[in-house]
């Protein structure tokens, strides 16, 4: 009978099973925690999902808006001309030489091929209006060919040239012909021409082969990127000549060789300060070495030191995955601590060392702000033939191109991205495909 209230006060235990979310010996009040913790666990979890699908769908707005804006860069609008190698333009005196053909006046010639093409722009401001129709890089197109052939003056030829790049852009859809005329940069006489050039089989768009060949250009319709792409090369060949074997031989000593005391430890804290040397390379390869500015030496030098954190955490992450029992193996056989290293565990590391510097790379090619502070920003409108002459790299080509306020830069910039995209991409699968097929499990 003393039992009967003290066995009512007791709480009520349910019997489950675990997965149920209850237990022997759990009281209402801790399952319905248990409940709660669950319920917050999911929505962590669904919360961390939609944050997954919010950043896929941001890139791919994002990779969707360049490509969009800029595959189109791959074609460039050309005009069918008759053009007439007249004596009077190209040599007035009679000398058919390079000297008097690189002075003529080619300015004429295409001049007088547009005025003979549409006979209503003889007027001043018609012949402004049709010389608008064609780029400035017909001229020097016109010159390469008489250069190439002197024997074609005084005769004609049909000769497709370049469309400027308001034309181009009309062409390819990225201007609006419906808008007033006002507001456009192509007035309504000049549609009416590109109409007739049009009709006539005479305008067409082409495999823009300059894009990928050239240098920079004042002209969007003249602009390419090889002059961009030379000078990454060669800055990326400089930043590999010094960071590979420094960053490695670093991680040599610190992993292998190097006691455990203040001086390591303030090593090892201020290698990742190397990322910050933007300045410390203005203050001391350009004016304390008095190296040349806007050159890959100097831009490879800055990266190599900014390069140099990612190779040596990779190495020493790639020296520490070896087993100890090699190194032990080795010591017991009579090797040296140098030569256990130098044969038995940097072999076996080099994968991953290789995955690092590749990834330590294509990071320095995305690399902008550090050759900005350098002055690797000039106009360069000739190929670079070695790191020593002035040059540019693709990001800052793109930097610059982007501040420019043209339409057809826009379009430029964007496959410009799309060619550095390319780039990192693969060295990023090759970075996978090297530690697929090397990497050793222990």
Known sequence: MTDAPLAASQPSIVVGHPRDGSSLHMTDAARARLRRRYAADRRFRLAGLGAVLFGVMALGFLLFTILSSGFTAFRQTELRLEVSFSREAIAPDGIVDARTIRAADWARVVRESLQARFPDARDRRGARLVEALVSPGAQGLLMDMVLADPALVGQSRTVWVLAASDIDMVVKGHADRGVPEASRRVNDRQLAWMDALEKD????????????TGADSRYPELVGIWGGILGSLYTLAI?????FPLGVMAAIYLEEFAPRNRLTDLIEVNINNLAAVPSIGLA????LFGMPRSAPLVGGCVLALMSLPIIIIAARAALRAVPPSIREAALGLGASRLQVVLHHVLPLAMPGILTGTILSMAH?????????????VAFIVDLPSGPLDAATVLPVQIFMWADSPERGFVEKTSAAILVLLVFLLGMNALAIWLRRKFERRW
Do not use: K, S
Request: hydrophobic share 65%; glycine share 8%.
């Open 284 to 287: 001391v390869f350009l004016n």
């Open 364 to 376: 320095a090619l995305g690399e902008t702000a550090p050759l900005l502070m350098i002055g690797m």
């Open 201 to 212: 089989g005479a305008l067409r768009l082409a495999f823009n082969t300059r894009f990928l």
């Open 239 to 243: 930043t590999l000549a010094l960071a």
